[in-house]
Structures are given as C-alpha cells and as structure tokens.
C-alpha cells in the first residue's frame, strides 16, 4: 500500500535550536519527494523537491536529505525562527500517484 | 507573477446543497490539482486536470466533481453536500502532470474553507 509517514507528530522547540523531522514512504514507483510548509490557514509552500538521484537540497535554514535505498527522508531545520511555527508535509509522487504525510506540527517558543 | 487564486476563501452551505469552488492557475500552468485537507485525514488528492482532460482521479465519490477550460481555469463541485465534507478545498497548479519529475514545482493556493451545516 502507497503510504507515507511523518514523525514526529508535533515538535516543540526553542527559537534558536535545531530540529530534524522525519518521512518514511513505500510509494512505488517512485518520482519525487517534496517537502512543504503550510502556516494555520494558509496553502503550502514549496521548500524542496528531490528526485531519487537526489542525496540532499537545500533552501536557506531547510535542508532536506533522501535516502532512496531505505525510503526515508528528512528535514533539518538550523537555528530556529518564531515564523518556522508551521506544518511540514512530506508528499511523494510517483506515476499518476501523489501520497501526502500527515505533517508535523512545529512550536517554536521564543 | 501572480498566484494560484481561488474563490471563494470562506463558504457556509447547509446539508443537501451543493457548491462550486473556482481556481486560476499561475499564467502558463496546464495542470491543476484539487486537494481535501481535514484535521483528521491531513491533504487528499481529488483530481487532476491538463489541457482539459481529467488525467487522475483520487478515491473520492461521485459527488466530487470538476472540470478545466480552454484557459486552464478549473472549478470544482460537490453536490448533495454532507457535514463530512467540511474541509478546507485546496487548488494547485504546475507546468506538468504532479507525478512528473524534476522542475516541476507545485504552487498552491490559499484555499476555500467550506463549512456544511
């Protein structure tokens, strides 16, 4: 089954810290993964998108990695900002499909 | 460059009726994509459309419907609404198909809140 994951559910973090958040998947075959951020109400945003030839991509203080071997990805957050507070989703495309992670929900405190 | 628009952003309709959410894509963008996001199920894909032919289809009933124009513009429409149906309906647009590879940002919209009472 097409399927893709996201841990932690939530994060609560320090303005400040570093974070990594997680997505496995088992969407085949596989095209891309992207990673978006969507404040409270608002659409989501484009971070990143790798194809499987793809190890890492940056855009600023985001750095996404992808492992395609073990299906596994992850976003790394440097020095964390009160406007990094969002959701983060992972979404994977493949052939006709797109599969959407539940998101993780991210609290920076000041 | 202007956005992906949608309207309308907020919508109240009762139980049996049904609605019809619009989209314009950014200038040049042929695909455009229809999304359901709910507390519970996160973002599921509806539909998808490119040069005016639904390309693919989610796992959503009949009732869900839409349709693309000569000019990439897209509506959607779901008839004999239930509470269920509350959501936020979320648009986006890209040069090509969703499931195509590298280049091929999707850009989505604010969205239209539809609230079924």
């Known amino acids: 089954k097409n399927q893709v994951e996201q841990s932690p559910q939530s994060l609560i973090i320090l303005e400040g810290k570093n974070c990594t958040l997680q997505?496995?998947?088992?969407?085949?075959?596989?095209?891309?993964l992207r990673w978006y951020k969507q404040d409270t109400g608002r659409g989501p945003v484009s971070l990143t998108i790798?194809?499987?030839?793809?190890n890492t991509k940056s855009n600023g203080r985001y750095t996404a990695t992808l492992d395609a071997d073990t299906k596994q990805s992850s976003l790394h957050i440097t020095a964390s900002q009160l406007s990094d507070s969002a959701s983060y989703i992972c979404?994977?495309?493949?052939?006709?499909?797109?599969?959407f992670g539940k998101g993780t929900r991210l609290h920076i405190l000041p | 460059k202007a956005g992906v628009t949608q309207t309308p952003r907020y919508l109240i309709k009762t139980r049996g009726q049904q609605v019809t959410l619009s989209c314009s894509p950014i200038?040049?963008?042929?695909?455009v994509s229809w999304y359901q996001q709910t507390p519970g199920q996160g973002l599921q894909f509806l539909f998808e459309?490119?040069?005016?032919?639904?390309?693919n289809k989610g796992n959503f009933p009949g009732r869900f419907s839409g349709r693309q124009f000569s000019n990439s513009r897209s509506e959607m429409n779901v008839s004999t609404l239930e509470l269920g149906d509350s959501a936020l309906y979320l648009c986006?647009?890209?040069?090509?198909?969703?499931?195509?590879?590298?280049?091929?940002?999707?850009?989505f919209g604010e969205g239209s809140w539809l609230t079924v009472v």
């Open positions: 986006a647009s890209s040069l090509r198909l969703v499931g195509q590879q590298t280049g091929n940002t999707i850009y």
């Open positions: 997505c496995n998947y088992t969407v085949s075959p596989f095209s891309n």
């Open positions: 790798m194809t499987f030839s793809e």
């Open positions: 979404v994977v495309s493949g052939d006709d499909k797109i599969i």
């Open positions: 200038s040049g963008h042929r695909s």
């Open positions: 459309y490119f040069s005016e032919t639904q390309r």
